[in-house]
Structures are given as C-alpha cells and as structure tokens.
C-alpha cells in the first residue's frame, strides 16, 4: 500500500504549540481511512481504524510513503460486519506483552501481540458502557495500569493493577477522543465538541487530583470545523521539545478528511 500526502496549511501556532507540520493522506486501499487511534512503534507511526484495520507508515519525509494495512486478526462480533471491529484505542501493553485495542458498540478491549497475529487477552466492558457509541476512545499505560477513557469525557477506568476502578473527571469539557501519558502523572488527552458550525477539537491537559484528575489546561486545535480530531500520539525530541502527532477520522466520507499533523510543545522556561 501506499500513502500519498499533500501539505496543508495551517496557523502557524495554538497557545503555546508550534505546528511542526500537516498533511492530507489518501491511501490506494479501501480500508485506509477512519482512523481512531495512534502510536508510534520503531520510530514509525501505527493506526487502528473505525473497520478494524492497522496501519503501519513511516513518518512523512517527501509526498509518498509506503505503508502496511491488515485486519486485526480477531475481535468481538462476525468479522464479515466491520461495525463490529470499530476500533478506537490503541496503547502499549505496560507489561510489553503487545497492544491494547479498545472497541466500540460491543465494548471490549482486546490485547493482540506486537505484530497483530495473534490476540491473546480481552476483557468485556459491556455492563460498564452503557452509552452504544461512547466506548473507550482512549487509552494510557500508567506504570502497570491501564486508563481507558470513555468518550463521554466525565470518567476514566484504571484496570489490570487490580479490581477496575471508576475515577472522575472534575469540570469535563467535552466528549475524548484519545489520550496518553505525558509524565508526573498528566495525562494528554483530544477532547471534542459537536456545535451547529461543526467541530471544535483541543488538547486538553489532565492532572491528578484527589481520586481522580482535573483538567489543568486546554488549547484549541487550528483545524477546520470538518475535521475530527481522533488520534494522538507523542514523542520527546533530542532538544527537550514534545512532539505531538495527530490524526483525524474522514469517517470514509467526503468532504471529511485524514490529516496528519505534528505539533510541537517546546520546554518550559524556568521561571526567573
């Protein structure tokens, strides 16, 4: 498969982030489109899309790059019903086991090996997702728990590190669309909100407090009211500098696109 992009031009900053770069994807497989989900993996990106398939490509370094597209080799449902195999998280397994893939519709996350051949877990959130279409759209690795997000924004899920707890969200903001460890406990997460002109996507930044976490901050995205802001990911540059990649979801539908863009969050200046 292969990947073209064109550049897309954007404000040049939001807040406090630099845009590092931005690109329009369009894919030669059908099944390349309706990203959810992203992380980075030997110095490439990976995806998971709303029907159930990885994406594996290369950072952008001219207008093509080749990728690689399969299945997920097992889910919850019939795998002939793509709704079925919506994924929307994605996260390293804290113990290296693999990846974690959250689903929606039937709630489930599933941990397949690290080179998606086999799934070797799952666990059935069903009775706690009582919303059809707000599963868990993000996931973070903290220490050996894992933080699933459901999309409605106002609640996380702490697992694996013993009996699932539910912990609030103070003050939510909108619904999440993805999150991940920052460090010192932050989380980073895409928080979206649907109003009559269209979307309006931020980063929103995430810090303990008391049994649960508040947001501490929050920026809007410069993208347009059509595009959907759905996966983030982050890597920490030589210079101290986070960079966050985003991706957003066309939802298999025009004039919806995939955009991939690199923000960067240089260091904080100690105080004088």
Request: positive net charge; without cysteine; glycine residues 10%.
């Amino acid at each position: 498969m292969k990947i073209e992009l064109a550049p897309v031009q954007l404000p040049a900053t939001a807040g406090p982030l630099r845009v590092a770069g931005a690109w329009r994807l369009t894919g030669d497989d059908p099944r390349f489109g309706g990203i959810s989900a992203m992380a980075i993996h030997e110095k490439a990106l990976l995806a998971v899309t709303d029907s159930g398939a990885v994406v594996r490509f290369a950072k952008p370094a001219g207008k093509r790059v080749a990728a690689i597209i399969t299945d997920v080799p097992d889910g919850p449902g019939d795998p002939q019903f793509k709704r079925a195999r919506d994924a929307e998280s994605l996260v390293r397994d804290p113990a290296g086991r693999g990846w974690w893939v959250g689903f929606e519709n039937r709630h489930s996350l599933w941990l397949f090996d690290l080179r998606f051949e086999r799934a070797l877990a799952r666990i059935n959130l069903g009775r706690g997702i009582r919303d059809r279409n707000g599963g868990i759209e993000g996931m973070a690795a903290d220490g050996e728990a894992l933080l699933a997000f459901p999309e409605r924004g106002n609640r996380v899920l702490r697992l694996l590190d013993g009996p699932v707890r539910q912990l609030p969200i103070v003050n939510p903001r909108g619904r999440i669309t993805d999150a991940m460890m920052l460090g010192g406990g932050r989380v980073a997460v895409i928080e979206r909100r649907w109003t009559v002109f269209g979307f309006r996507n931020r980063l929103g930044i995430l810090e303990p407090s008391g049994a649960g976490f508040r947001y501490a901050a929050a920026v809007r995205l410069p993208v347009s009211p059509i595009d959907n802001v759905e996966a983030l990911t982050a890597e920490r540059l030589a210079n101290g500098t986070i960079r966050f990649w985003m991706m957003t979801d066309d939802n298999y539908h025009a004039p919806m696109r995939t955009l991939l863009i690199a923000f960067d969050l240089p260091p904080q200046r100690p105080a004088s």
